[in-house]
């Protein structure tokens, strides 16, 4: 028969191999050790410093840009001469108009007319004297003369040679008139082709105004453009040369970061190995009161004495 159980009171106790329990106080230690450094500062340069042709490049941008030429006034003046300029215009002068460039007809009269006309008058006026000797001489040996029929000879014969001298002077002044309006009217078509050359000219010189203002502003461009790039050369050059001393100051600051976080690493591989372990556990239980002889007691102390093997407590919980 069995005796009346008493109370009961039970404790357990888990106990695990003396390597784990160093290691975990180990890890604890060194948690509270990390837990007390200060904050370290990083103390060297994190942004890499322009290059010597990152600075020369933006010296000679400056001295490009104070130094460039203000051509943009002076193709602006060019283009507005070219497009307010007046027409070109040709002289209409008439040959007879006294008061323009070709000056006074008389000007272009033989100054030697009347010193030709003289002689050809007096050899007119001898021929005349002798003709009119003649007519005396032939008067006299017919007994006629100085009868009304001598008189009516000779008015015949001054007759003709006042006529002839008209009709030759006429003729030296009719020469000399043709040959004046001949060389004024030459005059006046060389005035004319200069004055049609001297507006092609004039409209040339305008094109080339035009023509000129433009280039200028070309010119200087491309100038520009060609020293930009040499400056962009220098700064695609200076950017490699930077970039390079950039990585440099971020591979020191990284190695900085890595090793500020020795510790840290350290102490998450020490945890992941010791929650990652595969090492037996010992639970004991212990248990106080109730009858010696009680069969639970027993099963209860083999279970609190065996290791916690899986298949055994299985066992066990099927046996009860």
């Known amino acids: 028969m069995c005796k009346k159980a008493k109370p009961e009171t039970q404790t357990s106790e888990v106990k695990v191999p003396e390597y784990v329990e160093t290691g975990g106080k180990k890890l604890i230690a060194d948690a509270t050790k990390l837990s007390d450094k200060p904050f370290v500062s990083y103390t060297g340069d994190r942004v890499a410093d322009f290059t010597p042709d990152q600075l020369t490049a933006f010296q000679k941008i400056r001295d490009l840009v104070g130094s460039a030429p203000n051509v943009l006034v002076e193709s602006?003046?060019?283009?507005?001469?070219?497009?307010?300029?007046?027409?070109?215009?040709?002289?209409?002068?008439?040959?007879?108009?006294?008061?323009?460039?070709?000056?006074?007809?008389?000007?272009?009269?033989?100054?030697?007319?009347?010193?030709?006309?003289?002689?050809?008058?007096?050899?007119?006026?001898?021929?005349?004297?002798?003709?009119?000797?003649?007519?005396?001489?032939?008067?006299?040996?017919?007994?006629?003369?100085?009868?009304?029929?001598?008189?009516?000879?000779e008015g015949v014969l001054n007759r003709d040679t006042s006529q002839v001298i008209g009709d030759t002077a006429a003729k030296f002044y009719n020469d000399a008139w043709n040959t004046a309006m001949a060389e004024r009217t030459s005059d006046l078509n060389r005035f004319k082709d200069t004055d049609t050359i001297n507006a092609n000219f004039d409209e040339t010189a305008l094109n080339r105004l035009l023509t000129g203002s433009g280039a200028v502003a070309d010119r200087v461009g491309a100038d520009q453009a060609m020293k930009l790039n040499q400056i962009q050369a220098l700064l695609s050059g200076g950017n490699q040369q930077q970039g390079n001393a950039q990585a440099e100051l971020d591979a020191g600051f990284q190695e900085f970061l890595r090793g500020q976080?020795?510790?840290?690493?350290?102490?998450?591989?020490?945890?992941?190995?010791?929650?990652?372990?595969?090492?037996?556990?010992?639970?004991?239980?212990?248990?106080?009161?109730?009858?010696?002889?009680?069969?639970?007691?027993?099963?209860?102390?083999?279970?609190?004495?065996?290791?916690?093997?899986?298949?055994?407590?299985?066992?066990?919980?099927?046996?009860?």
């Not at 998450?268 to 239980?285: F, G, M, R």
């Open 261 to 320: 976080g020795w510790d840290f690493s350290v102490l998450e591989a020490l945890s992941s190995a010791l929650n990652a372990a595969p090492y037996p556990k010992t639970q004991t239980t212990t248990k106080s009161g109730g009858s010696d002889n009680s069969i639970l007691g027993t099963l209860g102390s083999i279970v609190g004495s065996v290791a916690s093997s899986k298949p055994v407590a299985a066992a066990i919980a099927s046996f009860i």
């Open 76 to 153: 602006l003046q060019g283009a507005r001469g070219y497009g307010s300029a007046p027409s070109q215009r040709i002289g209409t002068e008439r040959i007879v108009d006294e008061s323009g460039q070709l000056g006074a007809i008389s000007d272009y009269f033989n100054p030697h007319v009347d010193a030709a006309l003289d002689p050809a008058i007096r050899r007119i006026m001898e021929s005349a004297d002798a003709q009119r000797k003649a007519i005396g001489a032939g008067a006299t040996s017919a007994g006629a003369f100085g009868d009304a029929r001598h008189g009516i000879v």
